[in-house]
């Protein structure tokens, strides 16, 4: 398949490149290189530095493309409700470029990068797709309005598409892992403290009403997240929208994260109790089962060792690419 990535240059989308080229496809990348590294970009995969809304129309009117997943998208939720026009012009502005230039060049494969924060403080876990629908922060809202504008392009225009709703996107695949100019994440943070780039992880909470008091997240692997977007790619079908979550059914503390990464490190890991970061559900729990039963999708490595293994394989020999090297 001819298949445009947006934003291919960033964690999620140069891992989904990766493993779209080794599957034999022909793959362009358009991602401006505010967040993303061309370097992440493998060889295989052709690169467009641009604005994947403004050259949207351009690159789909010339590329006869099989399929489009789009990526590209802000994704910091704190820094969402603190410039919330940019996330809606970053988020929603490129998305609706995107569409029109897909209806107008009459491609209409596409696979969304969507996330859990769609749902907002869960009613019950695990979450399903049926859960409501209640946003707390400006990225989840930007989202779940994309959401909104792809079901009725495929209503109104025969769009085939796919939403992934991630849960805890982790580990490392080959040479791509997380390394961003600014981490917010708790995995890499915590190899960060055992890389010594940082003195002590921060524990935001430890009184929340979960067993050990500290939040609960499904950590779902990065190559496992990748897979799930070739199968979505690959079965859409004209007119209809999808909507899957991605993530493992189980879920971990940010204690129990940080067990496993003293474990595979063999850091002490020194951590401190902060109080609680501003809009975090105690438990995000996702049910994957239904791309499980409807695409077959199976993921492999997500569990909390194969993780927290392939992300410190990662990091510790990133020596002076790391970015937080330069935090010292
Ligand atoms: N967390 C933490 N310390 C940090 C970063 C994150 O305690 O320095 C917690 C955070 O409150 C949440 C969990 O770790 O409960 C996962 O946070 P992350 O930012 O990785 O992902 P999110 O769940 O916000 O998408």
Known sequence: MKVLVTGGAGYVGSTCTAVLVEAGHDVTVVDNLTTGSREAVVDGAKFVEADAGEAADELLANGNFDGVIHFAARSLVGESE????????????????LLEAMRRHNCNNLV???TAATYGEPTKVPITEDAPTNPTNAYGATKLAIDYA?????????????????????????????????????????LQVALGHRDKIMIFGDDWPTPDGTCIRDYI????????????????????????????????SVNEVIAACRKHTG???????????AGDPAVLVASSEKIQEELGWNPTRTDLDTIVQDAWAFTSQLGDRAYSAGKR
């Open 267 to 277: 850091h002490p890991i020194p951590a401190e109790v902060a109080p609680r970061r």
């Open 82 to 97: 603190q410039v919330p026009d940019e996330y809606w012009r970053d988020n929603l502005g490129t998305s609706l470029q």
């Open 150 to 190: 792809i079901a009725s392009y495929c209503r109104g225009y025969k769009l085939g598409a796919t939403s992934l709703r991630y849960f805890n996107v982790a580990g490392a695949y080959g040479t791509i892992g997380e390394n961003r100019r600014i981490e917010t994440h708790l995995i890499p943070l915590v």
């Open 112 to 114: 969304f990068s969507s």
């Open 221 to 252: 692997h990065i190559r496992d997240l990748a897979d799930a977007h070739l199968l979505a790619l690959a079965s859409n079908t004209p007119g209809k929208h999808r909507i899957f979550n991605l993530g493992s059914g189980d879920g971990y």
